[in-house]
C-alpha cells in the first residue's frame, strides 16, 4: 500500500546514497489542501548520527515547500526519541493530533512545521 500512497502525483520518496548502498529514506505524501505528511523517515544504523535525517527532513521540506504546501506532517510513537528530536531539530513542533492512529500505536506524538 506505501508504493500507491507515495507515487506520484501524490508523493514522492528520497533516498540517500553511500556509494550505491542506500543509508536512509523519507516518504511524503501530499494533500490537494496544500498540506503534506512524512510518511517514513528511516536511516540504517550503521549510518545513523551523520545528520542523513535530518537532511532528508530539509529536502522533503523544501519539495513540499515548492509544491506550494502551507504545513509538512509528521507522527511518532512517543517511544521513538531519536526519530522525535530529529524531527524537532528540523523545525517541527507537538500539535493537536490530526489523524486516528490504531489503539496499538499509542502514545503517539503529531508534530507540524510551517512552510511558508
Do not use: K
Amino acid at each position: 500500500q506505501l508504493p500507491s500512497l507515495v507515487s506520484a502525483p501524490h508523493g514522492m520518496a528520497f533516498i540517500a546514497l553511500h556509494g550505491d548502498l542506500i543509508a536512509g529514506a523519507v516518504t511524503v505524501r501530499f494533500y490537494p489542501w496544500n498540506a503534506a505528511d512524512v510518511l517514513r523517515l528511516f536511516v540504517r544504523a550503521g549510518y545513523r548520527r551523520r545528520g542523513i535525517a535530518l537532511a532528508l527532513l530539509r529536502q522533503a521540506q523544501a519539495c513540499a515547500h515548492a509544491r506550494g504546501c502551507a504545513s509538512l506532517r509528521a507522527l511518532a510513537m512517543a517511544g521513538m526519541s531519536e526519530g522525535i528530536a530529529t524531527l524537532r531539530a528540523a523545525g517541527f513542533v507537538e500539535v493537536e493530533p490530526f489523524v486516528e492512529v490504531p489503539a496499538a500505536w499509542e502514545p503517539v506524538v503529531f508534530l507540524r512545521v510551517p512552510l511558508m
